[in-house]
């Protein structure tokens, strides 16, 4: 879920990061791009740049509050997973603290969690999106 009215962490005219008013673990901040993208089945290769920065600002979020960027789950939903109709990025961490049921719902690479396999298959020029790299372990 995500509330445009909680405090942000970072902002710029491109994206916005913020806390996830249901956190999964000590630390759970959303990478939100300002320009509309209802979810990850709409991007592009054109998207990259934009991504790029949402992982790289969310990091930085997470580490400026004392989280530890090893430890780190990082993904998106997919639909009809998504609970809005807007592109977020979870960055969520410790990973290995999350409660059983949250690390059911940010599970890397189910078919309901993305874990940046979009963002991977888009930096190596590949329009397939349906293949499952796994890169947490
Ligand atoms: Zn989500």
């Known amino acids: 879920m995500v ?3 909680e405090k942000y962490f970072f902002q710029d005219d491109e994206i916005i990061v913020f806390k996830d008013i249901k956190p999964a673990s000590k630390h759970h901040y959303l990478s939100v791009p300002k320009q509309h993208i209802s979810n990850v089945t709409y991007l592009t290769s054109d998207h990259k740049e934009l991504l790029d920065k949402l992982i790289q600002c969310g990091k930085k979020v997470l580490a400026d509050n004392g989280g530890d960027t090893n430890n780190i789950r990082l993904g998106f939903h997919k639909p009809p997973f998504n609970s809005i109709d807007h592109l977020h990025l979870h960055i969520i ?16 690479n189910t078919w309901w969690f993305q874990a940046l396999v979009i963002y991977w298959t888009l930096e190596m020029g590949s329009s397939e999106r349906t293949s499952s790299i796994e890169l947490f372990s």
């Open 3 to 5: 509330t445009p009215q």
């Open 93 to 108: 961490s410790p990973a290995s603290e999350m409660s059983f049921l949250s690390g059911l719902i940010f599970r890397p």
